[in-house]
């Protein structure tokens, strides 16, 4: 049981499942496009706020086997997030099917959050490999951070497209909380570590 | 780009918005006050009505108090719109949470 849980193929399979449900429903028809944008946005927020959520349990609970599994496999977590997002785009530009339309929305503050947190879903998607860690070296880091940014723009993407900000909120504190208290944990060992040169000295 | 300068534009670019339209998501919801709903007219009639004035309906449904529908607009804008359920009057569209017509 445990070995299947160290299967790198399955975890893509799982994370894949319902992007296939999806596929699908919208394949049997088409008309579903519009419902299916809501479903699709959610799965991409919520692997990416998982896969964000791994430092900082880290950093609160200290090491646990669950969270050495999950840090293992963020990047797929990451990877899946992006192709959730891909697939929510896909079907906002069925559902819309109009290039004048789409581009007339594509400046609406709603609408142009979602396509610059795209972008950088993809930028780190496209770097999601080992040689472009190799290759980027420090800006590979650097590249990744710009998931906070990104969490940014989709938090306000899902407040300005349909205002449920109690849907948004219940998926995005649970990530704020758990940063603050990071930060907190890191201020006070920086702080306990000064006192202690103090003494030293 | 730096983190820094990525977390500030993002920010800018908030300001800007709140300040072009306060709270604009608050607004883009709405509040009927119609009586009991054995008054209201029924939705497929607001729906066949929309559909002679040349919207296309995607969906609709009750949504404080009002009927909210899901559509396109005669002028081809995709809108949530929301009608009184007596006088089927509309009191709001927005596109996209942005609010282009408010009774
Ligand atoms: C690529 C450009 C994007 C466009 C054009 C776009 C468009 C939209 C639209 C039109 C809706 C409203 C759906 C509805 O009313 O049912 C929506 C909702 C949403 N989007 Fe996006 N989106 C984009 C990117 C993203 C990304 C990257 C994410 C997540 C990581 C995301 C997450 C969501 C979420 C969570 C919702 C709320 C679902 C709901 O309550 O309806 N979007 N998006």
Known sequence: MLRILKNPRLIWLVLAIPGIAMVAGFVRDPVTAFDLIHPSGEYSVRLMIVAMMISPLRAVLGRRSWLDWLLAHRR????????????HLAFYLYDMGDWGMIAEEAVIFSIWTGYAA?????????????????????????????????????????LYVDGEWEAMLAHFVPLLVLE??????????????????AMVN | MKFGQAMLAV???????FSASPAAFATGKMKCDAGPQSGWKSRTDLESKLKKDGWT?????????????????????????????????KLLVSQRGKVIFKK
């Open chain 1, 76 to 87: 797929a977590l990451g990877v899946a997030a992006f192709g959730y997002g891909a697939l």
């Open chain 1, 118 to 158: 795209m972008l950088i879903f993809a930028a780190m998607a496209a770097t999601s490999n080992a040689a472009s860690q190799r290759m980027l070296k420090a800006n590979w880091k650097r590249l990744q951070r710009l998931v906070y940014p990104a969490a940014v723009l989709i938090a306000l993407h899902w």
């Open chain 1, 180 to 197: 603050i208290i990071r930060v907190v944990l890191m201020l006070k060992r920086r702080s306990a570590r000064r006192a202690k040169h």
């Open chain 2, 11 to 17: 920010a800018a670019a908030t300001a800007m918005q």
């Open chain 2, 57 to 89: 309906v995607k969906k609709s449904k009750v949504d404080g108090g009002c009927y909210e529908v899901y559509g396109v607009t005669p002028e081809g804008q995709n809108v949530e719109a929301y009608f009184h359920p007596v006088t089927m009057e």
